[in-house]
Structures are given as C-alpha cells and as structure tokens.
C-alpha cells in the first residue's frame, strides 16, 4: 500500500472495498466510478477524476482506520 502513487486510481479503489465494509451511501457512486478510473486525469463520462476524488473524500468521513487515513492522503495529495 506504500506504493499507491504508481497505482491507478481503480487500484486504490479495491483497497478502499476491501477495507471499508459498509460504505456509506453517499460515498458509493464515487467508489464505483474510481472503480472506472486509471489516473487523475482520466474522465468518468462527464466528471473528471479529480471531480470524483473531491466528492468521494467528501462522502467518506465515515471511513475510519490506518488504511482509511493513508488512502485518503493519498487521495487528497492526487487533487492538490
């Protein structure tokens, strides 16, 4: 998990599934489309990756722990 910034964003998203159980509601339409998306720069129909980011870290305060922290760094460091 050290090595997410090499990662494709569909990557960091079977981390988050793996890891959080019951996703919030609000969170999961953002997850399925990280699902989607290989970089920041890539599009999910008419968003942006970035866009996703932005609303998935959003809806995910919910998501606690370790992993939680570390993904959502490397999320937020991703739309700087």
Request: charged share 20%; net charge negative; glycine share 2%.
């Amino acid at each position: 998990m050290n090595d997410l910034q090499n990662k494709q964003l569909s990557y960091t998203a079977q981390i988050i599934r793996s890891n959080w159980v019951n996703p919030s509601p609000y969170a999961l339409p953002y997850l399925e489309a990280l699902e989607q998306l290989n970089s920041i720069d890539d599009n999910y129909y008419a968003d942006t990756a970035e866009s996703v980011v932005i609303y998935f870290l959003a809806n995910a305060q919910t998501w606690r722990g370790d992993t939680a922290r570390l993904v959502k760094a490397h999320l937020k460091s991703l739309v700087k």
